[in-house]
């Protein structure tokens, strides 16, 4: 079975910075390979992308997410991770770890090509 974990999220004022992991298993499922990212749902809104990274590197961020999220994986380690610097209130939502098939990243994956989704882990942003 296949298990994306998250971690790393919490509660912080606006300006502050937390960073996100994620660690996948079991070890046969790599997400170098595929195209792995970062989704989040804030109370009554949509579950939307937030940042992608596929198999060769390539990376596509929402708008709101450009210049203030890195998305970044530890190949050896198998680990994906989110650093979110000056954040703000509208960032807070549960953030989940998603994992859709191999290929390359064109544009920011839809829901409905998620293969694999973590429990979430919550991001409050106050003032």
């Known amino acids: 079975e296949v298990l994306l974990a998250e971690s790393g999220g919490g509660s912080v004022q606006a300006g502050r910075s937390l960073s996100l992991s994620c660690t996948a298993s079991?070890?046969?499922?790599?997400?170098?390979?595929?195209?792995a990212g970062w989704f989040r749902q804030a109370p009554g809104k949509e579950r939307e992308g937030v940042a992608f990274?596929?198999?060769?590197?390539?990376?596509v961020y929402h708008d709101s997410a450009k210049g203030r999220f890195t998305i970044s994986r530890d190949n050896v380690e198998n680990i994906l991770y989110m650093q979110m610097d000056s954040l703000k209130l509208e960032d807070t939502a549960i953030y989940y770890c998603?994992?859709?098939?191999?290929?390359?990243?064109?544009?920011?994956?839809?829901?409905?090509?998620?293969?694999?989704w973590g429990q979430g882990t919550e991001v409050s942003v106050s003032s």
């Open positions: 990274i596929d198999s060769v590197g390539r990376k």
């Open positions: 998603a994992a859709a098939g191999e290929g390359q990243l064109a544009t920011m994956p839809r829901r409905s090509a998620i293969g694999f």
């Open positions: 079991p070890s046969g499922f790599t997400l170098s390979n595929r195209r």
